[in-house]
């Protein structure tokens, strides 16, 4: 199976704690790194984790809380000074390049490689990237300000060709990309043989979705449906379920109900109130609802 993981810059929720930072995470596709939100800090912990900063080329940013897009003028100004020479693709809200390029500017920087931006819009899903191996997905959330999570999803592979199979029939090669692609084969004789026996099932899509800020947003379990692991914003309890409301935040359990409307194999929880210090409660919560729940960590990988 090809690498598909995630790994987690920062879980809190917008105060650092001693042990949690502020939201950021690596989606490492075949050793593809994508950037997620880039919190305050997300460079030094880009090191501390050994990820390799030169491997981002795409940055995805959900929205401009300060909590998820401070750190991003510190890295994109890193990378100039380390002589980057490859192009940056920074995707998120309309102001967010005004935001940046007013700091360049007022540090009077010319950066040494291009630093190219794409607007995210939040009103329907959207696919914003696309390079014949993964796809990336916007999709709108419930919040405050103009909020998108995005949706990293495998392309569907070729059904895989039994080549002892076809050269027993004598099928010549130039055929060997219909049949992939799922054709029967009828030869000169006009003899049929199916794809069926000709090529096996290639490995299952797999599908992570990132669920930052977010109210309890029922529309959203069919964007993410079947999603093989779903990142959903947990900053509160179920006691605090008005103040959720109020800031159109989620609880451990709106969470969990998303996760188990959706249909997902497994939920991961994160962007935790720095009121909390213990997390069991919050996973014991959402449990309840959805079993298949874990507790995002600082540091740690989760396969896809």
Request: net charge negative; aromatic share 10%; charged share 20%.
């Amino acid at each position: 199976m090809k690498k598909f993981e995630v790994t987690i810059l920062g879980s809190s929720a917008a105060l650092p704690t001693r042990s949690r930072n502020l939201p950021a995470q690596v989606v490492n596709y075949r050793d593809r790194l994508f950037l997620v939100d880039c919190g305050e800090g997300t460079q030094m912990h880009l090191k501390r984790n050994r990820i390799r900063m030169g491997k981002i080329m795409h940055i995805f940013i959900s929205h401009l809380h300060g909590d998820h897009f401070y750190g991003l003028i510190g890295l994109v100004s890193t990378y100039h000074l380390l002589g980057r020479k490859e192009a940056l693709h920074v995707y998120g809200p309309e102001p967010l390049e005004q935001i940046i390029r007013v700091q360049l500017e007022a540090s009077e920087t010319t950066l040494f490689y291009p630093l190219i931006f794409h607007t995210t819009q939040h009103t329907a899903p959207e696919e914003i990237f696309n390079d014949g191996r993964i796809s990336v997905t916007s999709f709108p959330l419930l919040h405050r300000v103009p909020t998108t999570g995005f949706l990293f999803r495998e392309i569907p592979h070729p059904r895989k060709l039994l080549r002892d199979v076809a050269d027993r029939y004598g099928i010549p090669v130039g055929a060997f990309d219909a049949i992939r692609a799922g054709n029967d084969y009828v030869d000169e004789e006009g003899n049929c043989i199916p794809n069926g026996l000709l090529t096996q099932e290639s490995a299952p899509v797999r599908s992570y979705a990132y669920c930052s800020d977010t109210g309890f947003y029922e529309p959203l379990a069919d964007m993410v449906r079947g999603c093989d692991l779903l990142y959903h914003e947990a900053t509160f309890m179920q006691d605090m379920l008005a103040s959720a409301r109020e800031k159109q935040h989620a609880t451990a359990v709106d969470a969990a109900t998303i996760a188990r409307l959706s249909g997902a194999n497994r939920l991961l929880l994160g962007h935790f109130s720095a009121r909390y210090e213990d997390l069991q409660p919050l996973l014991e919560e959402a449990k309840a609802v959805f079993s298949q729940t874990e507790l995002a960590e600082d540091n740690a990988t989760y396969e896809v």
